[in-house]
């Protein structure tokens, strides 16, 4: 019986040193990450096998996941993608780094842990039966040292963060939307995640027209400033039954209120916004004289000038909710083009937008940015605001995004 009580006071001793181990050597703040990267940061990504066509990298994994379970905006998010992975909890990872890269339709992991560590996530891989995270190796071919280098030159002057995410080339339709190989520095606190993402830039397009607005109105759904229309805004064309883009060839804003989802085509509900200059009520007028024979069909078209914005719509109450409005001045500058989101109100229009048959075979490319806005967004639905800025300079295009809780 005594033996048998020494026994157990033993055990208990080495779970009690253990879990002592475990807590003390789990860290509550992350590392960050730091450009440009140390040698054994890059040596860790030179792991990522060639076919990845997106990867991260994560110090101290642990910490960044309880920053991810802190923040409001990202908590309901992390916890049902927890829910759906089998992957070790953060005692058993430390102060780990963590590599994550997507190839095809799966996402693997690399952990490096310490002695101790290693044995029991080990074990627990055994136990879960699960290869979506490996310790070493994984015995593929892997990245490419000189590509590598190449992508990792375009971090050195990036902010430092918590996550440093790469998006190669084939990893087209996703988050950020500028050219690939693209990286991003994501920061996470306790209300916000900022994020900034740079890529080579493939030509170097027109600036934002100063003034064109007042900013952000408040009581819209998604207000948008550009240098140059987006391709994807010829398609609007369709659904306003005239050629409102000839009106943004050479920039603009716009601002939209609602969008009626129970049309076979979606109907905006938006107002255009132009700087009020002698050469854009020019280009209104003209506008105006070739859409004529479209108002006597019963289409109408509305304007305002305020003396320092023209304003369009095709309703009266547009114009008015924008000039009743309340606005938000910009906190992220941008020279190509700045977005302003409500992600409470536009993730349910968006989803709705996205199941829509006729815009999908009538405006294809409108259908297609709707259905992948509402992807990037979808998870941030619990946010307050989204801005975002997208600039070119020096041959490098460079976009910011700040999501507020």
Do not use: C
């Not at 699960?130 to 000189?146: H, K, M, Q, R």
């Not at 280098?149 to 430092?160: A, E, F, S, V, Y």
């Not at 790469?166 to 995640?193: L, W």
């Not at 009538?362 to 619990?382: H, N, Q, T, V």
């Amino acid at each position: 019986m005594k033996k048998l009580v020494i026994i157990v006071l033993v055990v208990a001793l080495l779970i009690g040193a253990l879990v002592v181990y475990f807590v003390v050597t789990t860290p509550k703040t992350s590392a960050g990450v730091h450009f440009p990267l140390s040698a054994e940061q890059r040596a860790l990504l030179a792991n990522v096998p060639a076919s990845a066509d997106a990867f991260a990298l994560i110090p101290t994994a642990a910490a960044l996941d309880a920053k991810l379970h802190a923040n409001a905006i990202t908590r309901d998010a992390i916890e049902k993608w927890a829910a759906n992975q089998q992957l070790p909890k953060p005692w058993m990872i430390g102060n780990a780094d963590l590599v994550v890269w997507h190839s095809g339709k799966r996402t693997r992991y690399l952990l490096r842990l310490d002695p101790v560590r290693a044995v029991i996530v080990r074990l627990y891989l055994m136990i879960s039966g699960d290869d979506a995270l490996v310790l070493g190796p994984t015995g593929e071919p892997t990245i490419n040292s000189a590509d590598l280098d190449r992508i990792l030159q375009l971090t050195n002057t990036l902010p430092p963060g918590d996550i440093l995410a790469v998006q190669q080339k084939g990893g087209r339709g996703v988050f950020p939307p500028i050219g690939r190989p693209a990286v991003t520095s994501a920061v996470v606190t306790a209300t916000e995640i900022n994020l900034t993402s740079r890529a080579v830039a493939e030509e170097t397009p027109m600036a934002i027209t100063a003034g064109a607005t007042r900013g952000y109105p408040k009581s819209a759904l998604l207000t948008a400033h550009f240098a140059q229309a987006p391709k994807a805004l010829d398609d609007l064309n369709r659904l306003v039954r005239s050629r409102i883009t000839t009106l943004l060839k050479e920039g603009g804003a716009i601002a939209l209120y609602e969008i009626e989802t129970d049309k076979l085509l979606p109907r905006p509900k938006e107002v255009i916004i132009l700087p009020a200059t002698d050469e854009k009520r020019a280009v209104l007028e003209k506008f105006i004289q070739d859409v004529a024979p479209t108002q006597a069909l019963g289409f109408r078209i509305e304007t305002a000038d305020t003396g320092q914005e023209l304003l369009v719509a095709f309703e009266r109450s547009s114009i008015d909710l924008y000039l009743e409005d309340a606005f938000e001045p910009p906190t992220l500058p941008g020279n190509v083009w700045t977005l302003h989101i409500d992600p409470k109100r536009t993730v349910p229009v968006l989803q709705q937008v996205a199941e829509s048959p006729g815009l999908r075979f009538a405006a294809p490319r409108l259908f297609r940015s709707a259905k992948e806005l509402s992807g990037w967004i979808r998870a941030l639905e619990g946010a307050q605001a989204i801005e975002a800025a997208d600039s070119v300079a020096g041959g490098v295009e460079e976009l910011k995004v700040k999501v507020r809780g």
